[in-house]
């Protein structure tokens, strides 16, 4: 279950981006809407291109779509990979499936929370990092298993969370050694 909604950002309450979201959420839903189930798909695409599903944005596709908030918000709470609070740029999860827990997930999951000083459902105030946890992600055969954003890495062992960091840190970089 995820945290309740942070205080809202600056870019949050900019009535220009307020503005654009919206439109984005429009488009998506023009797109999508005499597709059966389009709702999954419409709030995928939303998160992705906001970062997260902000209430304004579920109401405007509840009222757009014809469905009650009631429902919206059931779906969203339903499947773990949506988000109500904003998710920074790399989002990283940890697996505690049985086969990861047993070979050290916990201490991976404590080396990256101390690494970034953030608890899991937190993000960095940079909003570089955000920290989830997960069940299984059919890499169980090369566990320990971490995702950031899509791509999995095996067999991660704690002292190496410094290193995965910096990496992606250095990614972003504007200097690229
Ligand atoms: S239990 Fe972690 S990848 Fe399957």
Same mark, same amino acid.
């Given at each position: 279950m995820q945290e309740e909604p942070s205080p809202k950002c600056a *870019?949050?309450?900019d009535p220009e981006e307020e503005k654009q979201r919206e439109a984005f959420v429009d488009q998506l839903i023009a797109e999508h809407k005499s597709r059966p189930g389009a709702l999954i798909p419409i709030l995928q695409a939303a998160q992705q291109e906001i970062g997260y599903l902000s209430e304004a944005t579920l109401k405007r596709v509840g $009222?757009?779509?014809g469905e009650p908030l009631s429902k919206i918000f059931g779906v969203v709470t339903?499947? !773990?990979f949506f988000s109500r609070v904003p998710r920074g740029k790399y989002l990283i999860r940890i697996c505690l499936g049985t086969a990861c827990y047993v070979r050290g997930a916990e201490k991976i999951l404590d080396a990256f929370k101390k690494e970034l000083e953030i608890d899991v459902y937190q993000t960095t105030p940079d909003r570089m990092f !955000?920290?989830?946890v997960a069940r299984c992600f059919g890499a169980c055969g090369l566990a320990? *298993?971490?995702m950031i954003n899509d791509k999995v890495h095996q067999r991660v062992k704690p002292s190496q969370v410094k290193q995965i960091l910096a990496a992606c840190r250095?990614? $972003?970089s504007p200097v690229r050694a």
């Open positions: *870019a949050c309450n $009222e757009k779509l339903f499947y !773990s !955000s920290l989830d320990p *298993a971490v250095k990614k $972003e």
